[in-house]
């Protein structure tokens, strides 16, 4: 019913930036917060950044001042501009969305594929 597709990763050398796009489809009536997530292979899966419907965003300490999501709720699409990327930044990358959907009563998260991003010399 809802569909959630990244974009935008790909190989970067220490110092580099990269930006992450997600696209939300389907039977969307509103959409809460979206959210990035990664994961490392043999690592749990962490939330890198939150954004609110209302652009009010939460990060954690590790990508605090390197990371910054943005949203176009016109769109149903989130961002996330990475800069000053490290090699501990190597994950794959998931969107999350909240999403109120047509035809169903409450929230409901959403996650996309994922997308690698890469960071090494």
């Known amino acids: 019913q809802v569909q959630l597709v990244e974009s935008g990763g790909g190989l970067v050398q220490p110092g580099g930036s990269l930006r992450l796009s997600c696209v939300a489809s389907?039977?969307?009536?509103?959409?809460?917060?979206m959210a990035w997530y990664r994961q490392a292979p043999g690592k749990q899966r962490d939330m890198v950044a939150v954004?609110?419907?209302?652009?009010?965003?939460n990060y954690p300490e590790s990508v605090k001042g390197r990371f910054t999501a943005s949203r176009d709720n016109s769109k149903n699409t989130v961002y996330l501009q990475m800069n000053s990327l490290k090699p501990e930044d190597t994950a794959v990358y998931y969107c999350k969305a909240r999403v109120w959907v047509l035809g169903r009563t409450g929230w409901y998260d959403y996650w996309g594929q994922g997308t690698q991003v890469t960071v090494s010399s």
């Open positions: 389907g039977n969307i009536v509103i959409i809460n917060d």
């Open positions: 954004i609110g419907s209302g652009g009010n965003t």
